[in-house]
């Protein structure tokens, strides 16, 4: 079956790190671009980063210099790096499969990430 | 960067009911605009791509239209199964931008 799990999330501290998996099944990671996408309580959903099929990746102004997004082929498997974590941060994490052009085409259920002291 | 304006907000409708949701884009992104839908507690679902290209396995009540920075989606025939928030999303460029969303909700 062709699907995306998260893992990762859970509570941390203002100015804490985490780090966000996503495995992919049923088709390899590093053939398609990924993307990460959040959407805080009561707010609308958010682009956070993306990384190309060539390895080129982009950021929100907002966590441009805290988040680095990667990906490890042979676990097929893609990762969010959180750092200086703010309460603004808070939110249901999800990665989404890209399509070429730019659209998501499949979504992982999603991990919830609360900052807070 | 791109940004996109969703209306209205909220919308409430009955079964049955031809619903229309408008999305703007502060320039021209040509047709790089997908919708999606999404349901509390569960992960957004792709309706549309380009514009107008329905997803397989998506009912044929919903269609989009538009072209440019102007774009629509329209439910024709309301189901239970469609009360939700829906968002467009454009592709035409970095940083990728989704509308503030629009919730359907029941009348």
């Known amino acids: 079956e062709v699907q995306l799990l998260e893992s990762g999330g859970g509570l941390v501290q203002p100015g804490g790190s985490l780090r966000l998996s996503c495995a992919a099944s049923?088709?390899?990671?590093?053939?398609?671009?990924m993307t990460w996408v959040r959407r805080a309580p009561g707010k609308g959903l958010e682009w956070v980063s993306a990384i190309g099929r060539g390895g080129n990746t982009y950021y929100a102004d907002s966590v441009k210099g805290r988040f680095t997004i990667s990906r490890d082929n042979s676990k097929n498997t893609l990762y969010l790096q959180m750092d200086s974590l703010s309460a603004e941060d808070t939110a249901v994490y999800y990665c989404?499969?890209?399509?070429?052009?730019?659209?998501?085409?499949?979504w992982g259920r999603g991990t919830l990430v609360t900052v807070s002291s | 960067d791109i940004q996109m304006t969703q209306s209205p907000s909220t919308l409430s409708a009955s079964v049955g009911d031809r619903v229309t949701i408008t999305c703007r884009a502060s320039?021209?992104?040509?047709?790089?605009l997908a919708w999606y839908q999404q349901k509390p507690g569960k992960a957004p679902n792709l309706l549309i791509y380009k514009a107008s290209s329905l997803e397989s396995g998506v009912p044929s009540r919903f269609s989009g239209s538009g072209s440019g920075t102007e774009f629509t989606l329209t439910i024709s025939s309301l189901q239970p199964d469609d009360f939700a928030t829906y968002y467009c999303?454009?592709?035409?460029?970095?940083?990728?931008?989704f509308g503030q969303g629009t919730k359907v909700e029941i009348k």
């Open positions: 049923g088709f390899t990671v590093s053939t398609y671009a």
């Open positions: 989404a499969r890209t399509q070429p052009t730019g659209y998501f085409d499949l």
């Open positions: 320039q021209s992104i040509s047709s790089w």
């Open positions: 999303q454009q592709y035409s460029g970095y940083p990728r931008a």
